[in-house]
């Protein structure tokens, strides 16, 4: 059971006046609704909880308290009604919302700045760039040739990556803009528009991949159901209930390199200290260790290393991991110790000139380091004679690939840093083969 009562709070401002408020007490824990307005205390009936009619105002912030009584009580009421067992900021959270007309882009941008403040930079810029995304179809002429539509996409594109890249805008800048788009509400977003939205992807965005555009509607009904939560839009309108949208995740193919193809690439002769060189050292690197991802190792520092242990925190989940140095492994870093000024420099030379003081520094180089090496694999690949298009993510893909099924998929777990051994035992599932195989000889042989 919920009490609502208006309050004025003990905390003056520097005029000395006192702010009215809206007190919300669900299970003991209360919040508070300001009314942005402030009155003298000797104006305040505390018994009857309202404005003194010795306040110049007092009729009109009185109706301004029962107005936001009132929209509390909805919100409680429907609170209770549903079961939906709202916590008080929640409630808070709901009520300030209400009689606001909120839009799709202003909601999406306060959730990627709290990601963004938190540091999550790899999310926030995702999530920003699928924003430019629906914002291009929600701005898009359906008359204008597709063609002429594709090339002015890539030049907008083009044009904001290359400011993000000079710093010539910031982040937050780009957040503050979406929050002041009122071209696109949750109503709008209805069956039709999602259809449409996918269409648009595919021949506007040149989309190609079902998971893209799967990921871009993962978002638009995460922020949804967000909306719906906070009361920004009623639930009847929801796209994705029942037989409506449905967002069907498919997981494609994992194909690893085998052991020949590890050697071809540990048996490359390359010129020491150049940008390929190195690539090939931290993608081996990232394979000795069962897959690391290759931003973490990337942000490597010599004192990730003791008593012959390799001790980090991944960056995606922020569990805690400690493997031993493989024989190969310290090959590698043996080639880098010539470098090492102190422990709290990189091993590898990518971020060498990053600011350690600035997360997002970091990020973007890291970002940009990653994506070298992306283009450097590929012509690794060709070198090594690989049809397999190799990439980053792909280290992690060979060491399952070549551990098949001679590792329990409880060790398995601990190597990949899985918190689910079903997680495990689905991804192993890429790399195991044999039984179909042996069923399909079995019957065509007989």
């Known amino acids: 059971m919920s009490t609502i009562t208006a309050v004025l709070r003990k905390k003056p401002n520097k005029q000395g006046l006192y702010p009215i408020c809206v007190r919300i007490i669900k299970n003991r824990k209360p919040t508070f609704i300001y009314t942005k307005q402030y009155i003298d205390f000797k104006h305040w009936d505390e018994q009857n909880r309202r404005v003194k009619k010795s306040h110049p105002n007092s009729t009109r912030l009185n109706n301004l308290i029962s107005k936001k009584i009132s929209e509390a009580n909805e919100v409680v009421l429907d609170d209770e009604t549903q079961n939906s067992n709202l916590s008080t900021q929640q409630i808070h959270t709901k009520v300030k919302r209400k009689g606001k007309n909120v839009s799709f882009f202003k909601l999406a941008s306060e959730r990627i700045k709290k990601k963004y403040l938190k540091g999550t930079f790899s999310v926030a810029k995702a999530e920003l760039s699928i924003l430019h995304n629906i914002q291009e179809y929600v701005n898009h002429k359906p008359s204008e040739p597709i063609l002429k539509a594709r090339e002015n996409i890539k030049l907008r594109r083009k044009e904001r990556i290359s400011k993000g890249r000079k710093y010539e805008h910031h982040t937050m800048d780009l957040i503050k803009k979406f929050s002041k788009d009122n071209s696109l509400f949750f109503e709008d977003i209805t069956t039709p528009f999602l259809e449409g939205f996918k269409t648009f992807c595919i021949s506007h965005l040149e989309q190609k991949k079902t998971r893209t555009v799967t990921n871009q509607l993962i978002l638009i009904r995460t922020l949804y159901n967000q909306a719906i939560k906070e009361g920004v839009v009623h639930e009847k309108h929801y796209p994705f ?15 690893g390199l085998n052991v020949k193809q590890i050697k071809s690439i540990e048996d490359l002769e ?5 940008s390929i060189w190195h690539t090939k050292n931290v993608y081996l690197f990232s394979y000795y260790f069962a897959g690391v991802r290759i931003s973490d190792v990337v942000e490597l520092k010599w004192m990730n290393f003791i008593d012959g242990r390799l001790y980090y925190e991944m960056n995606k989940n922020e569990k805690p991991v ?12 043996n080639l880098y110790k010539q ?34 090496m992306n283009k450097h694999l590929k012509r690794i690949a060709e070198m090594c004679d690989i049809k397999i298009s190799l990439s980053n993510h792909i280290s992690r893909h060979s060491f ?38 042996d069923a399909l000889d079995m019957v065509l042989s007989s």
Do not use: C
Request: charged share 30%; no cysteine.
């Open 241 to 255: 209930a029942g037989e409506k949208e449905k967002i069907n995740i498919q997981s494609g193919n994992k194909i």
């Open 270 to 274: 390359l010129e020491s200290n150049t």
């Open 322 to 333: 400690s493997l031993k140095i493989p024989e190969k492994a310290n090959i590698i870093l």
């Open 339 to 372: 470098d090492k000024q102190s422990e709290t420099d990189y091993v590898f030379p990518f971020l060498k000139k990053a600011n350690q003081n600035n997360k997002e520094d970091i990020f973007v180089k890291t970002r940009n380091a990653t994506s070298l």
């Open 400 to 437: 399952g690939n070549i551990a098949k099924n001679r590792i329990s998929p409880e060790v398995l777990q601990k190597l990949y840093r899985h918190s689910n051994l079903k997680t495990t035992i689905n991804y192993q599932a890429n790399f195991i083969h044999k039984e179909a195989d």
